[in-house]
Nanobody, 124 residues
């Protein structure tokens, strides 16, 4: 089993920054892919970014490209999502997920392990 714990959410003004963390424990693997998804009120959960644990390839949703950066610190089993130039439409619950499929068309089903989420609110 794999456990994922997100942290770093909060309230920020438009244009500000936040860094989310996803700490992994349990039966982690060097072949893991870790992704971030978000779910805004009244909307479906959507893909944000993903990164390979070993090779470091990453991929972003068009809506966050150039503003968000996903990175990993293998020694700490932690993946980060640096969010800059935040917009009110970035307001959502952000979820970390892990799986073993790296794809440029990420789907929730590719990630069997999920964290509980962390809330991000961007005020205008």
């Amino acid at each position: 089993q794999v456990q994922l714990v997100e942290s770093g959410g909060g309230l920020v003004q438009a244009g500000g920054s936040l860094r989310l963390s996803c700490a992994a424990s349990g039966r982690t693997s060097s072949t893991f892919v870790v992704g971030w998804f978000r779910e805004a009120p009244g909307k479906e959960r959507e893909f944000v970014a993903t990164i390979e644990w070993s090779g470091g390839r990453s991929y972003y949703a068009d809506s966050v490209k150039g503003r968000f950066t996903i990175s990993r610190q293998n020694a700490k089993n932690t993946v980060y999502l640096q969010m800059n130039s935040l917009k009110p439409e970035d307001t959502a619950d952000y979820y970390c997920a892990a799986g073993e499929v790296f794809s440029s068309t990420p789907m929730q089903g590719d990630y069997p392990y999920w964290g509980q989420g962390t809330q991000v609110t961007v005020s205008s």
